[in-house]
């Protein structure tokens, strides 16, 4: 091949790859430059992306911030809880004591103190039967439920104990005269009961001044024979009836079936009281608060503590010692089981059956109102003086004093 030919083959290869380099460096160019289509598309897509997700956290926060808005909006709403005072945390008012002091003036377990006279109560107002002390302020719910404690016999020196330590019971005093019989005779009647308590509902309507004043809890209590009322109410009421306090009363017969007329079991009866120691069962099986206080006093029947030991024996239960009260009068012995309590105390003389008076109040402040959580009444009230004597005289205070004698015991049987 000539010169001329190979130096135009070599002049057409130079060209050629001098085009190629160009083009080569034209599309490196062209990628330096600028992002192609799919790096577009790529960029944008994720810039989308990013932007929802950033309206969603706005969206989310926003949420939550009215969550926490309404939260607190409701717990604004609410209520604060009321601070409710512990039942233990209440104040409990103790009975002024009978110092020697006033035993030198006259005073002893037969014949009480009265240093508060009526206290926060209202004056008595007369029933149908007995009288009744109403607080002055407060002392209901907001239905105006009140508590109510009847005791029969020795009201007046029971009143005197009671109010020293009530924190809202009503107290209605029924007193017959001795003997068990002046007290269950007339409630052999099935109206009179039932005319007892319209007569209180009626009493408490005019106090209050709202036509909605009701008994709430209702109690009866007894010191030595007034027992009869209760065992002839609760033949035929007992259902009507949440409580009942026995103070050294109740006495069981003596057994048909028996020559021996020692105390014994076997020698005792309760045919006379069925329809008070059926209410003691009930009280056992915790529908009914059933308190009996008893001292060691023997009349010529069977005693308190002899009916007390009757009935042990039919609900199967025994005492547990009592350590604690060294007194002269003081308790020796226990039965405490659900709604019953049976309280044993030293003393056979007459002051001993008299010192049961003082009970009153840790059966009502102790047992009663706090089983009831009776609504307390303002005691800040200025306080009723004493009633004034008069009527049908105390047979606590009537001298002389509940002599102590074989034919009818202390205080009357």
């Known amino acids: 091949m000539g010169s001329r ?7 057409q290869r130079y060209t050629s790859d001098q085009g190629e380099r160009e083009n080569v460096t034209d599309r ?58 512990p039942q233990a945390a209440r104040e409990r008012l103790q009975v002024a004591p009978l110092t020697p002091e006033l035993r030198r003036k006259g005073h002893h377990e037969c014949y009480p103190h009265d ?39 020795g009201h007046s020196a029971v009143r005197k104990t009671l109010v020293q330590v009530a924190r809202g019971v009503v107290f209605v005093g029924i007193d017959e005269g001795r003997g068990s019989g002046r007290y ?22 005019r106090h209050s001044g709202q036509d909605r004043a009701h008994i709430r809890h209702l109690a009866l209590s007894a010191w030595s024979a007034g027992y009869g009322a209760i065992n002839e109410i609760l033949e035929l009421h007992a259902d009507e009836v949440d409580a009942v306090i026995l103070l050294d009363g109740l006495h069981a017969a003596w057994s048909r079936k028996s020559r021996r007329r020692d105390g014994t079991i076997p020698s005792l009866s309760a045919r006379n009281i069925v329809p ?30 002899q009916t ?8 199967g239960l025994t005492r547990s010692r009592v350590d604690d009260d060294p007194g002269k009068y003081g308790q020796d012995s226990t039965v405490d089981v659900r709604g019953l309590h049976i309280w044993s105390f030293r003393g056979g003389d007459q002051r001993a059956h008299c010192a049961h008076i003082a009970h009153i109040a840790r059966a009502v402040r102790d047992v009663l109102e706090e089983e009831w959580d009776t609504p307390p009444m303002d005691r800040n009230v200025p306080p009723t ?7 049908r005289p105390d047979p606590v205070e009537e001298p002389p004093m509940l002599e102590l004698v074989a034919a009818g015991g202390v205080g009357g049987r």
């Open 276 to 305: 008070t120691f059926a209410f003691a069962r009930r009280a056992a099986a915790g529908d009914k608060i059933f308190i009996w206080t008893h001292s060691q006093v023997k009349p010529h029947y069977p005693s308190t503590a």
């Open 184 to 205: 269950s005779g007339p409630f052999e009647n099935p109206q009179l009961f039932t005319k007892l308590r319209v007569s209180i509902e009626k009493a408490l309507r």
């Open 115 to 153: 240093p508060i006279g009526l206290g926060p109560y209202a004056p008595y107002r007369n029933l149908t039967i007995g009288r009744i002390a109403i607080p002055q302020s407060g002392g209901h719910t907001d239905d105006h439920g009140y508590d109510v404690v009847v005791h029969f016999h």
């Open 385 to 391: 003086p004493a009633p004034k004597p008069g009527g």
């Open 28 to 85: 490196q160019r062209d990628t330096r430059s600028g992002p192609t289509d799919l790096q577009l598309f790529a960029r944008a897509l994720g810039w989308g992306l990013l932007g929802v997700a950033a309206v969603g956290l706005v969206a989310a926060w926003a949420s939550a911030e009215r969550v926490r808005a309404q939260a607190k909006k409701a717990l604004t709403a609410i209520e604060p809880p009321r601070l409710v005072e």
């Open 5 to 11: 030919a190979l130096l135009g083959r070599a002049l």
């Open 308 to 315: 007390a030991d009757l009935l042990l024996h039919e609900l």
